[in-house]
C-alpha cells in the first residue's frame, strides 16, 4: 500500500494506491486509517468515503474498482481540509480488517 501526499498548508490531496499481494483476488474492499489531525475529506475520487472524527473508511463504488485481483492494484485519491502542520502519513491501514504493509 502507498499513500502519497500533496500539502498545501490548509489543505492537501492524498494519493493510495492498494496492491494486492495474496494468493486470491479481493471482491469488494474497505480500507480504514486514522487521521494524524483534524483533516476532514472534502472529496474522493475512485472511492467512497466515510468519516467519523479522525477515523476514515473507504470502500470500493458499486459500479467499479470492486476487485483487485492477486497482483494487481487500484488507486484513489482525495482532497481534504487541514491544521497547517498536522499532515502526515496515518500511522497504519487496514483493508478489509486486515493491517496493511506501506510501501
Do not use: E
Not at 480500507?31 to 475520487?45: A, D, E, H, K, Y
Not at 484513489?76 to 480488517?97: E, H, I, Q, Y
Amino acid at each position: 500500500m502507498h499513500y502519497g501526499l500533496s500539502d498545501w498548508g490548509s489543505s492537501f490531496n492524498g494519493d493510495v494506491t492498494i496492491r494486492n499481494t495474496g494468493t486470491t483476488a479481493i471482491n469488494g474492499w474497505a480500507l480504514r486509517w486514522t487521521f494524524p489531525g483534524n483533516q476532514v475529506i472534502t472529496n474522493m475520487w475512485n472511492a467512497v468515503p466515510t468519516q467519523s472524527g479522525r477515523q476514515v473508511t473507504a470502500t470500493n463504488p458499486a459500479s467499479y474498482n470492486t476487485t483487485i485481483p492477486v497482483g494487481g492494484s487500484l488507486n484513489f485519491g482525495f482532497s481534504a481540509t487541514s491544521v497547517a502542520g498536522t499532515n502526515g502519513v496515518p500511522a497504519t491501514f487496514t483493508l478489509n480488517g486486515a493491517t496493511c504493509t506501506k510501501v
